[in-house]
């Protein structure tokens, strides 16, 4: 059965660095065809796709947060770790990791993680 | 940058059919997915491919393309669909990037 579970900070202060980790379970991230991602959703508001890691570590990111994005995996530690630079107040939401569905040529999501709220705050 | 443009709200009466749209220049050629979202909890996808259901998701959901748009329909909406839903699908770009729509909530009167 498949889980994926979102850790970080809760509060950060505007301009800091966000870094964000997404443990699952029930997959392996070196297995061909296997994809995490990450989605925010800010209060109210629609989701927002961000970034996708492949198992052949190929890599995407939204196009408007490329130049503040890193994402990473460990798959020792079946681990995926998002990194998101100079965070503002727009940047508050709750960030989701989701396993990519392990079918060629689909890119949509089918198990999610819970979400972890993240606030950015002086 | 791609869009994906959804109406904001539909309502329903129970035992009704439900019909969402979801438009985009790039759903002719890329596949699109749809996702539900309760207050409080993580989108669940309910469609993919266009049309097909994952399993557990009731008969009741089911989805269509046409063009430029795709729609997810609810028949027999029950009390417990009152939801957002979200529309989702790739551009068009050779580097697919992800993309969702705007979100429609369904209300169920």
């Known amino acids: 059965q498949i889980t994926l579970k979102e850790s970080g900070p809760t509060l950060v202060k505007p301009t800091q660095t966000l870094t964000l980790t997404c443990t699952f379970s029930?997959?392996?991230?070196?297995?061909?065809?296997?994809?995490v991602g990450w989605i925010r959703q800010p209060p109210g508001k629609a989701l927002e796709w961000l970034a996708l890691?492949?198992?052949?570590?190929?890599?995407r990111y939204s196009p408007s947060l490329k130049s503040r994005l890193t994402i990473t995996r460990d798959t020792s530690k079946n681990q995926v770790v998002l990194t998101m630079t100079n965070m503002d107040p727009v940047d508050t939401a709750t960030y989701y990791c989701?396993?990519?569905?392990?079918?060629?040529?689909?890119?949509?999501?089918?198990?999610w993680g819970q979400g972890t709220l993240v606030t950015v705050s002086s | 940058s791609y869009e994906l443009t959804q109406p904001p709200s539909e309502s329903v009466s129970p035992g009704q059919t439900a019909r969402i749209t979801c438009s985009g220049d790039?759903?002719?050629?890329?596949?699109a997915y749809w996702y539900q979202q309760k207050p409080g909890q993580a989108p669940v996808l309910v469609i993919y491919?266009?049309?097909e259901r994952p399993s557990g998701i009731p008969e009741r959901f089911s989805g269509s393309s046409s063009g430029t748009t795709v729609t997810l329909t609810i028949s027999g909406v029950q009390a417990e669909d009152e939801a957002d839903y979200y529309c989702?699908?790739?551009?068009?770009?050779?580097?697919?990037?992800?993309?969702f729509g705007g979100g429609t909530k369904l209300t169920v009167l």
């Open positions: 989702q699908s790739v551009d068009n770009s050779g580097t697919y990037h992800v993309v």
């Open positions: 989701a396993h990519r569905l392990a079918v060629a040529g689909l890119v949509g999501f089918d198990y």
């Open positions: 491919k266009d049309s």
């Open positions: 790039a759903l002719p050629k890329q596949y």
């Open positions: 029930g997959f392996s991230l070196s297995t061909s065809g296997v994809g």
């Open positions: 890691i492949y198992w052949d570590d190929d890599k």
